[in-house]
């Protein structure tokens, strides 16, 4: 059967043009005007879109499902117009080893709502210790890179063995930048004039920014393709524009958080505000946007990190790091970004579709012979984040009660139409 979305925005070939997409059982078959199918799906004033790339989630399945499973969180994926995330690998056991993987993949078969893939650890259990088989790991197709997120590898000859040995088994390190000889203990919040007004423990931009000038120069030196996740620092974007301008195949992710809000925007000190990296300084998010701007910046992730409502009902300084954010990342970039002028909304298409595609070395595009995985969204329909219509099991935000717009219409996987 062949479909036809009719007349809709269709971010194609870099811009918004006004088109029809013909979709043949899994397939675009074709794309136009005019166009005619069985089956018409009206999307006059919709934005017609390749769905959305995650590179940075965490599923807590398996070891921690009362914070999420792989159920609930690629449903609220799927609710964001995503088509595929990458997992985390600090699940419970650590994926670390071809049985943890094997396990992963069968659970995702059953369960997932989305295409999902993982990363590897690159140290087994995270500990930094003793690399992972990167050739064993590798041989899954369900692997899409090698990462020790939630920790930083501290051992620099680590991080230049890991390095090696994913440019050998021709993978990526995703990288989590933290230089714990810059942290003491209770660190949650940015260093800044809250955290002193309050006796609580800062984190400074250098616990990010060391291990990503270390990395770069490694990365330089090995020749390997290297990311890195959840950027917040201004040192980071400007130690990231010069290794890109070096034509180097390095680049960097921001989250929706970082690129909207700043330590200032923390209520009462409310542990939904607290997020590893912490929100930062006006300078460093103003620095994140110009970076998204000019392309230094090449992809916009989530790190969505469900947590108990118990966990998160903790003081600040105790509550774990992480916030949700698969369902409404690109509304609130879109709300807060994109309608008030800050970034192109084609810019923001591109750091969600086609350029974390290209990261990870995944075929992904509004383009004819490809799958059809797309999203349709009404930019123009507007709605609250409320704890009633989160789809994750968690509801740890900061953007609780927020006004957004942007709502995903339907959702098309591999030709598969789902009307949300």
């Known amino acids: 059967m062949k479909t036809v979305l009719k007349n809709g925005n269709v971010y194609y070939h870099g811009s918004i043009q006004l088109l029809d997409v013909e979709i043949t059982d899994e397939r675009i078959t074709q794309i136009g005007k005019d166009l005619h199918g069985d089956h018409v799906i009206d999307c006059t004033n919709l934005l017609v879109t390749p769905g959305f790339v995650d590179l940075h989630v965490h599923l807590r399945e398996p070891g921690f499902e009362h914070k999420g499973t792989i159920q609930t969180e690629t449903l609220s994926a799927k609710y964001g117009g995503y088509s595929y995330l990458v997992a985390m690998a600090n699940t419970k056991p650590c994926m670390d080893n071809e049985q943890t993987i094997a396990d992963f993949q069968k659970r995702v078969e059953k369960d997932s709502a989305i295409h999902t893939f993982t990363y590897s650890a690159i140290t087994k259990d995270l500990k930094g210790e003793e690399l992972v088989d990167f050739e064993s790991n590798s041989h899954f197709d369900i692997?899409?890179?090698?990462?020790?997120?939630g920790k930083g590898v501290q051992n620099k000859e680590m991080m230049a063995?890991?390095?090696k040995e994913a440019?050998?088994?021709n993978s990526i390190i995703v990288a989590h930048c933290e230089d714990e000889s810059e942290l003491s203990p209770g660190a949650c919040i940015n260093l800044s004039k809250l955290s002193q007004e309050n006796g609580l423990v800062g984190i400074n931009n250098a616990s990010e920014y060391n291990h990503v000038r270390r990395d770069l120069e490694?990365?330089?030196?090995?020749?390997?393709r290297y990311h890195i996740c959840h950027i917040s620092t201004k040192e980071t974007v400007s130690a990231l524009r010069k290794y890109r301008a070096k034509g180097l195949p390095v680049s960097g992710e921001a989250c929706p958080h970082h690129l909207i809000l700043t330590d200032e925007n923390i209520k009462n000190l409310n542990p939904d505000y607290k997020m590893n990296p912490p929100l930062r300084s006006k300078d460093d998010l103003n620095a994140l946007i110009e970076g998204i701007n000019d392309g230094t910046v090449t992809c916009i992730s989530t790190d969505h990190a469900p947590h108990s409502v118990e966990e998160k009902q903790k003081p600040i300084d105790q509550a774990p790091f992480g916030i949700i954010g698969n369902q409404h990342a690109f509304s609130l970039v879109y709300t807060y970004l994109v309608k008030k002028g800050i970034i192109k909304l084609e810019t923001v298409l591109k750091c969600m579709t086609t350029n974390p595609s290209q990261v990870?070395?995944?075929d992904h595009d509004l383009e004819v012979g490809k799958l059809a995985n797309i999203a349709i969204i009404d930019l123009d329909e507007e709605y609250t984040i409320t704890k009633d219509n989160i789809k994750s099991k968690a509801c740890n935000t900061p953007f609780l009660n927020t006004q957004c717009?942007?709502?995903t219409k339907y959702h098309i996987l591999d030709g598969h139409i789902d009307k949300l």
């Open 143 to 149: 692997v899409k890179g090698f990462s020790d997120d």
């Open 161 to 163: 063995y890991a390095m």
């Open 167 to 169: 440019k050998k088994n």
């Open 218 to 224: 490694l990365s330089e030196e090995i020749g390997n």
């Open 360 to 362: 990870i070395g995944l």
């Open 405 to 407: 717009f942007g709502v």
